[in-house]
C-alpha cells in the first residue's frame, strides 16, 4: 500500500492550496481516508476523513474553511484549505487503515502572516 501525498507549499495568510494524495495497492474506494497534520513540537492531530459513502468529519479548528473530498476513479483524496491562518503550519499526512494504520509522506504547508 503506497499513499502519495503533495499539494503543500508556502502562501500567506488568507491563502489556499488543494493537497491531494494518490492511493495504490489496495481497494481505494472502499476505504476511509484521513488527513492529519503536525505542527514543529505538538503531536499529529486528525484534520478531517471521509469514509467509504462520503461522509467526512472535520476537527473543529477547520470546520468551514477546509473541505475533504475523493475522487475514486482516480485513487486519490483530496484536501482544499482555504481562510489559512499561521496556526495552519503543519506537515500534512493523508492515511488509511487495513491491518495497521498506514501513512503517506508528509506535504509541508507553511502560512506566513
Known amino acids: 500500500v503506497q499513499l502519495q501525498a503533495c499539494g503543500g507549499g508556502l502562501v500567506r495568510a488568507g491563502g489556499s492550496l488543494r493537497l491531494s494524495c494518490e492511493v495504490s495497492g489496495i481497494i481505494f474506494r472502499l476505504q476511509r481516508m484521513g488527513w492529519y497534520r503536525q505542527a514543529p513540537g505538538k503531536q499529529r492531530e486528525l484534520v478531517a476523513n471521509?469514509?467509504?459513502?462520503?461522509?467526512?468529519n472535520y476537527a473543529d479548528s477547520v470546520k468551514g474553511r477546509f473541505t475533504i473530498s475523493r475522487d475514486n476513479a482516480k485513487n486519490t483524496v483530496y484536501l482544499e484549505v482555504n481562510s489559512l491562518k499561521p496556526e495552519d503550519t503543519a506537515v500534512y499526512y493523508c492515511q488509511t487503515f487495513t491491518y495497521v494504520d498506514v501513512w503517506g509522506n508528509g506535504t509541508q504547508v507553511t502560512v506566513s502572516s
Open positions: 471521509i469514509d467509504s459513502g462520503g461522509s467526512t
